[in-house]
């Protein structure tokens, strides 16, 4: 690959973030659906509230709360602060943290420091990150290897992001043997593989095949949080560029409705990440049967804008908001947490899709 792409793919990693932070980067009227769904509350919970944890094990480790820092950036030298800083914030809390796309690291590997965490904070729990369309384009398993290994990643993420390339003035659309290639990486990677959507989320019929093909977690990365099509908008000025109110960015499975429908699937581990902005919303999804939540956009900006002590406040208030949750169902652990969709009722909106999708009588 050119020099040329290098420098496209850290200037658009660094657009990225300024974007995520200045820019309303949500779509008018989408919303991520957890609204459509209230608890049925227990008025006599017979729990103390101290004795409530919102621990978790999570890819065979133990973690101190069902969060994670989705993956968002690395690849130019502000990403080196801000990754390190995540990664200070995660250890302390005791939660996993993802990097960005590691595409840069394999383009230009001097910017690997910039992802490598583990060197200043090597307990973190580390998510490597690589989209699968570059292996259909020039990405090998050796580039999914070295992408681990140069950061001692305890896990990898694939990310899925069609409508994104698609809105890219210079995306990826050849996704030619997407399938077989996830399935190579499934079969040869030596660390677990989280398959993540970024923001228009993954159905039941593709969680039940990525489950089969040996993903060991799966972010259902639905609408309503960071969207992804428009902030690339923001950057594309080719003419023929959709427009920023066009319909076709109300695209995507809510996170919510794609929650409920991928909790479904037997065995598979579902991470919910897009507009997860309050405790209530993580509470329902782990409600749902999901693992684990995932945040972004809300994290980078307290980060960015305040300071690392900012994030972990907004990540201690996060949690606290969960066991709050926890406290009026009347539930001590999340595991029990997990087992209370029967308590929660879709309405509207939330109702109309699962008829549609026949999933009503779960
Ligand atoms: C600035 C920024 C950069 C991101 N870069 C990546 C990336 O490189 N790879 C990836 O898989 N997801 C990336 N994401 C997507 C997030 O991991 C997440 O799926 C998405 O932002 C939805 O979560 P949110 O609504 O909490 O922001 C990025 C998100 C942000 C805000």
């Known amino acids: 690959m050119s020099e040329d792409s290098g420098m496209v793919i850290r200037n658009r990693k660094e657009d990225h973030v300024n974007l995520a932070i200045t820019e309303n980067v949500t779509v008018e009227g989408v919303t991520n659906g957890f609204e459509y769904f209230e608890f049925v509350p227990t008025a006599i ?3 103390d509230f101290n004795d409530i944890s919102t621990g978790v094990t999570f890819l065979g480790r133990e973690f101190d709360a069902p969060v994670l820092i989705a993956g968002m950036t690395g690849g130019y030298p502000k990403a080196k602060e801000i990754n390190l800083k995540l990664a200070k914030v995660c250890h302390k809390l005791n939660i996993p943290m993802g990097v960005g796309s590691q595409r840069a690291m394999i383009v230009r590997p001097e910017t690997r420091e910039t992802f490598d965490v583990k060197q200043t904070v090597p307990d973190v729990f580390l998510i490597g990150n690589l989209g699968l369309v570059q292996f259909s384009y020039d990405f090998t398993m050796e580039s999914y290897v070295k992408a681990q290994q140069d950061i001692k990643a305890d896990a990898m993420a694939i990310h899925v992001n069609s409508f994104q390339e698609l809105c890219q003035p210079e995306g990826d659309l050849n996704w ?5 290639n996830l399935d190579m990486i499934c079969k040869n990677s030596e660390v677990p593989v989280i398959v993540k959507e970024v923001g228009t989320g993954i159905a039941m019929e593709e969680v039940r095949r990525l489950v089969n093909i040996g993903c060991a977690a799966i972010d259902v990365g639905g609408a309503g949080g960071t ?6 908008l923001f950057r594309n000025e080719r003419e023929d560029a959709l427009s920023l109110t066009d319909e076709t960015l109300k695209w995507g499975i809510p996170t919510a409705f794609a929650t409920w429908e991928a909790t479904r699937v037997p065995k598979a581990s579902i991470i919910s990440t897009g507009g997860m902005y309050h405790g209530l919303m ?3 999804a782990l409600a749902m049967g999901a693992k684990m939540v995932g945040v972004a956009r809300p994290v980078l900006q307290a980060l960015v804008n305040y ?3 900012a994030a972990e406040k907004w990540l201690r208030q996060y949690f606290l908001n969960i066991k709050r949750v926890m406290f009026l169902l009347g539930v001590e652990t999340v595991e029990e947490l997990r087992g209370m ?4 009722i ?9 008829e549609g999708r026949k999933m009503l009588s779960d």
């Open 45 to 47: 919970p017979d729990i």
């Open 176 to 180: 030619k043997d997407a399938w077989k």
């Open 227 to 232: 969207s992804w099509p428009k902030l690339e």
């Open 282 to 284: 993580a509470a329902k």
């Open 307 to 309: 300071g690392e002590e």
């Open 341 to 344: 969709k029967h308590k929660l």
């Open 346 to 354: 879709p309405m509207g909106k939330a109702r109309d899709w699962l």
